[in-house]
């Protein structure tokens, strides 16, 4: 597990370009709710109206105007678009009353002109602007490989657009139509209630060898970020696909679910539990039943998944790869169609070699 953290801050790491050095501020939450909303300091203002009758009213009003359309079932499903946007207050209002966690998908990342180094994941619900602080979404790694620390939560953040992540709101400012939450705070609860909470029969309910739902956050060339209950890590390459697979990103991007195998978790220290997770293992073997389908001396055809020292890897029906030598003619592009002749089969390591008969260029 200690190589598999620092394969993960190393990923998380890459690809940070040298930014101009900057002062390193840590932003609280509260500092971004009086640069933004300047009304935030009183969130439950908006929540507990100061005339009741007045609110009785509205309410009368409302069930009033419901109960005058025809609807079409038992009950009235539609909406109009001030009872939807009473509605998102209301989930933002107890979610920061009773830390009810919410869920969203980050549109936006924002540096505000008058604090360059501070920077915040963007996200709606209804009709409110959502925001949280790089510091309150992400944990930075303990490398920071001598870069800024507000660069490096810049990046981070920047990474995970498009990811559906949770939060639980800290302030509301109806007037602005402005709410400041925090990632960080979601995820703590979903991991009590996941890693470290009991089910029915008194055991975890996550645990080594099951299978979960995860999200993607992130991606990189060499894997994809996923956050699994409350937990982020790091699931490499070789443990995407049974196939070869050199960029992550041709096949994976933020805001994905993919089922995962949870192989390791590690729960001594409760607010940092690690987790190490498969992709690939969720799913039977394909090769298991896929090289029942080859013999050795027969042609097939397949295509050209990838190309290196190795050799040239031709992905054949049923989601198996075949390691040919270079053909006399030059080593064909990805993508080329090919003829290959089985030479050999090895049932026990799953693996499968011939030779490339003939080469179909792709137009």
Known sequence: MPNEMREYENQEMEGNESPVPQEDEERSVEGIQKEQAPAMEEPAAPAVPAQPSAHRSRATQTAARRSSVVAIGAQLQAETEAEKNQNALLDLVESMKSRRVLSGTIQGVERPENSPSCSMAV???????????????????????????????????????????????????????????????????????????????????????????????????????VELFGVETFIPLRELSYQRMLDATAVYQPGQRVVVKLLEIHREDRDHIQVAASVKQASANPYEKALRRYSVGNRYVGTVSMVDTTGVFVALDGGVDCLCSYPPRGRPPRGARVTVRILGINHETNRIWGVITHVSMPH
């Open 123 to 225: 996200l709606y619900h209804g009709d409110f602007k959502v925001i949280i602080p790089a510091e309150k979404m992400v944990d930075p790694p303990e490398d920071l490989h001598g870069l800024p620390k507000s660069e490096v939560l810049f990046s981070m953040v920047n990474r995970r657009m498009g990811a559906e992540v949770d939060y639980v709101v800290k302030g509301v400012d109806q007037e602005s139509g402005l709410a400041a939450a925090s990632r960080l705070e979601a995820m703590a609860i979903k991991r009590r209630e996941y890693y470290t909470g009991a089910g029915r029969d008194g055991n975890n309910l996550l645990y080594e060898g099951v299978c979960a739902e995860a999200r993607v956050v992130a991606v990189v060339r060499a894997g994809v970020f």
